[in-house]
């Protein structure tokens, strides 16, 4: 496994991370979620990826209690705040009440004294992004918070946030969790650029667009029982035939290179010197073994200009 720095900070994490999306407490039986989460840290990955909202806590304590077999200081764990955790008018969003709040309830059902990273899971218009910045900086200092990072917010309000945090000398951004896979390239435009320029890394998540470019879809042939998009309503209408079209294309790259289709889509993500970490789902630990092996792989000058052919058709 190799590591990168995160963001304009001295942590370092593996290039693939696990997260916890529709997983752990979700449609994966805790057994498989177990085993994955063991067997990603075997191969190395140090990097695992939570949020409240997550199944409401149930990721959560999944995760936390299968790292508490590990030394703390041995992975670098990242849990979120922002969305609805109850029906009242002040559970949900980024006000001072909620951020606190929910802190101190993820840091219980992880059963840790403090997160690596805590990302504001969305950008929350209906507060002042000064009250935001203040209550995580109060987090930091505390120490129930070691780094501060967002996740899907653009590059205007990232850079708001830098503006502010410097004013008042708060702890600052350091990373920003987008989606990005070959068939969604927004953060290519602007965030990334920005990211490059402010010391913001990207985790990007879906980096596999939910599955797709896993090569487990085929034209004409039925979803898996057991995929993603034959659960939670996923609905096999996002299959399109354009990108099964490119996948098949794709896979033939991949055979030639000696690689699954999943590996060359990962690697071509890490292509990206900001972006420090992969953020990938698994069922099982098949999957965390395929997906751990794209660590490490570069691509060459023309393989790149192949794959953009591809896509670009």
Known sequence: MKYRKLGNSGLRVSEISLGS?????????????????????????NFFDTANVYERGEAEK??????????????????????AMGEGPNDRGLSRKHVIEQCNASLQRLGVDYVDLYYCHRFDPETPLEETLRALDDLVTQGKVLYVGVSEWTAAQ???????ADKYLL??????????????????????????????????????????????????AGVPAESRAASKNWGEDKLTADQLDKVEKLAGIA?????????????????????????????????VIENCAASGIELSADVLQSIEDILQQ
């Open 21 to 45: 999306w529709m997983t752990y407490g979700g449609y994966v039986d805790n057994d498989r979620s177990v085993k994955s989460i063991e067997q990603a840290y075997d191969l190395g990955v």
């Open 62 to 83: 999944v995760m936390g209690k299968v790292l508490q077999a590990y030394p703390r200081e041995s992975y670098v764990l990242a849990t979120k705040v922002f969305g």
């Open 158 to 164: 990232m850079v708001e946030a830098l503006a502010i």
């Open 171 to 220: 702890d600052r951004i350091i990373v920003n969790q987008p989606v990005y896979n070959m068939f969604n390239r927004y953060i290519e435009k602007e965030i990334i650029p920005t990211g490059e320029a402010k010391g913001i890394s990207q985790v990007v998540f879906s980096p596999l667009a939910q599955g797709i470019l896993t090569g487990k879809y085929r034209k004409g």
């Open 255 to 287: 055979d030639e290179l000696g690689m699954k289709v999943s590996q060359l889509a990962l690697a071509w993500t890490l292509r990206q010197p900001n972006v420090s970490s992969a953020l990938v789902g698994a069922s099982r630990p098949e999957q």
